[in-house]
């Protein structure tokens, strides 16, 4: 049988188990210890609309939270309660050592939906850190909030927010002729799962479009392997390769006008790369040994993919004008399913030894290796647009879980779900 297709049917057991899926919930699991201690005082509510049961800055709080970089102090121990900062009494908020306070007011727009008022101060200095507005739709509360818990996180940290962004993961239930799958898109916090693709066939391989309106997945509803692109909002699709044999492992270019993915209709499994405008398919890689899983770096300059031409799976970087592919990664016995940080100085890959499998980060620069996960059977990490955290797979009890970690391995957040087989987890791009 040929290697490739071992290696999808691996994966297409590790999706078939007899449950059903439920909303994400986040477990911090492990946490860093030098968290800021922050305030993020509930927002005054001024609208003509109902205040919803959960708050703005309940969700600001949530988002800082599990970022594991604060800690927020929680609501009922405010003694003061102020939205404006003429309120703000700094003494109060240093007895409390509490080092910044975020506060807020939400008013009609006069454009329609909602004015939020935001401010931020340092407690210690009591300058204004950050003073802003932003206009929020009527459905859209929750987006809103991850905007402003965004533009908290780069005032404080330096480094641009990953909170209103969305993950896309495949999610399976049932055995046999009873089995269903879906790929599944939600926030980052796991609220407002939407199935936007439901079958009785494996799906798998989900990959994002640079503006975040379109994913790229592999299909087996056509009886055999096809690469298709929907629209996440509209739902309107486009079959992109369907030859005999392999069609798999999408990736989008950095514009957006090109994909890499694998095929094998010369033979076996190699690096293409799709014209998406022009619908032509340009031959990248060439090689009797399994080429796959491709992904682009930020510039478009290089694509990295996996393959076991040196005996064992690899990384190896290719230029997309072509030429001979080099070997990246050395270390391991095992290295499959590049994911880049958005700086192209860190690499994450599923890092193999001995039949165990974790989450393992190189740099680049210094070729030096952080094993960031403890699981023995974690795989497809997907960087976060920020690069702060790698989302990956994982097993437990025999049941597939979402887990994010921080570059650090300071933290690590459990996404749990009560019911149902996750897997094939993949980040957004930021869209601002």
Known sequence: MNKYLVFILVAIASLM?????????????KTGVDALPVAVVPFSWDASDPEPITGIADIVSADLYRSGLFEPLASEDMIERPSDPVDLRFGTWRLLKVDAVAMGQIVDSPTGGY????????????EQLLGQELVIGVGDLRFGAHKIADQIFETLI??????ATRVAFVVSTGLGDDSRYELVIADSDGFGQQAIVIDGQPLLSP??????????????ARGNSTVIMQNIFTGANRVLAEFKGINGSPSFSPDGSQIALTLSRSGSPEINILDLQTGRFRQLTQHWAIDTEPTWNQDGSEILFTSDRGGKPQVYSISPRGGDPQRVTWEGEYN???SLSPDGKLLATTYGNENIYQIAVFDRENQRLRVLSDGRLDESPSFAPNGSMVLYASKENGKGVLYAVSVDGNVRQRLVTSEGDVREPAWSPLVR
């Open 17 to 29: 188990h007899n449950s059903a899926w439920a909303e994400l919930e986040i477990e911090i699991v």
């Open 115 to 126: 004015l939020a008022r935001y401010w931020l101060f340092d407690v210690n200095t009591g």
């Open 158 to 163: 330096g480094t641009p927010g990953a909170f």
């Open 207 to 220: 990959a994002w479009s640079p503006d975040g309106t379109q994913l790229a997945y592999v299909s087996f």
């Open 336 to 338: 499959a399913r590049a």
